[in-house]
């Protein structure tokens, strides 16, 4: 009965999320054809015949529109006169740094004090620090000369905390520490990592010369590698060295599918959870310019990655298609109804932003058809419009079998394993 359960809120999830999102999605052709005075035949919402059965079903028709609600809800359309059908309290979150010391010089002021790679501050001159920022500006407040930091060493029952005293300095850039944010916590046996020489402890700084941001960044970077050798450079007992490792295909874990490129090695988690807080605006004035500076920030991270999986910074692999939408659905259903809410928007933006592509299927295509007709004032030839069609619709078509592809070498075990549990 629990599979049956999971199997249904999984469904219930990706039709909620899907049906929502398309449906205001074609309610903005729906009221933009109204506005410009164009007579819409139909408005449906999913597709195939309406809702029930005989005579009894579930269509309206007013001012001329049939209104639908039809059996299959992934999707919907609008028709309109002369056309084909034209298918087609926000959330916000943040995470802090830790205050783990990283230290790239046994010359610099931090190292000659004590300090080294790992250190986790938990006070300033004895007052608390939560995270990196706390530290920061702790630090820099203090005077001139010297105060005293207490850091924490070890982990677990392992754990102790050591007083020393180190030079006021006013940033910590001077002092000579950096955020810890890839401190390695373990390297499995038999992997590049361990075959370079990369231990627990060390502190990755950069790979190919550029810096670290993040393990996240890292390990966009090794999965994107396609197994070339990577040059990276690691902080040791402030010593700085530089080791050459080449990832392999492998399995993170041995419920993975999906074979991928690996080094080896777990980093210490250097993020802490960001506070929590509401903040409700019920003015329009000040919430409608508000929410559209988070929409453009929003699409802009977008199309930055959009650029990074053209370039290959990040592997193509990460494209996912509906089945990946439905458990990304499914999980934030689970987390509450503010996250699954916070999905929905972030999906209807990117299902925006791809709805302008210029490719001759999608608006962004029927934009620029409009706007190479209007600059050479008069019709593309039909022959020119039905290959541009034709060439949109292989371009639309491929690119969902691949994201749909990658949606199955991911979870067809998965799959399997569902229809035993049912």
Known sequence: MNGIATSFEFVFAMV?????????????????????????????VGFGNPIGFGRYRMRWLKNGTEYVLAWFPLGGFVKMLGKKSDIGWLGLQHHRQNATLGILSLDSPAARAGLRSGDRVVAVA??????????????????????????????GEASREEELVVPALGELRALGVIPAVVLVDAVSPDMPAAEAGIREGDLLVAVDDTPVGSFATFRETVLASDGRPLRVTIARGGETL???????????????????????????????????????????????????????????????????IVSGDIPRSSIGGPI??????????????????SLLVI???????LNLL?????????ALLATIEATRRGPLPL???????QVGLFLLVGLMGFAFWNDVSKYWMSFFDWLRNL
Not at 130 to 152: H, I, K, M, N, Q
Not at 249 to 268: N, R
């Open 383 to 389: 022959r020119a419009r039905e290959w541009m069609q």
């Open 126 to 155: 004895g007052a608390l620090v939560e995270d990196w920022s706390g530290l920061a500006e702790a630090y820099a407040a203090a005077p001139g000369g010297e105060v005293t930091l207490r850091v924490a060493r070890g982990e």
């Open 16 to 44: 909620l999320m899907l049906g929502v999102v398309v449906t205001v999605h074609e309610l903005g052709h729906f009221w933009a054809a109204k506005a410009c005075g164009v007579r819409v035949l139909k408005f449906s």
């Open 242 to 308: 530089v080791v050459t490792l080449a990832p392999r295909l492998g399995k993170a874990t041995p419920e993975d599918v999906q074979e991928q490129y690996l080094i080896g090695i777990a980093a210490v988690n250097a993020i802490l959870p960001g506070d929590t807080a509401t903040d409700r605006v019920r003015n329009p004035i000040v919430s409608v310019p508000r929410a559209v500076g988070v929409t453009v920030e929003t699409t802009g991270a977008f199309l930055e990655g959009l650029r990074r």
């Open 347 to 353: 999906i209807s933006i990117n299902l925006g932003v």
């Open 324 to 341: 990946e939408i439905a458990r990304q659905s499914h999980l934030a259903l689970q987390r509450g109804w503010e996250s699954f809410i």
């Open 358 to 366: 210029p490719i001759p299927i999608l608006d962004g295509g029927q």
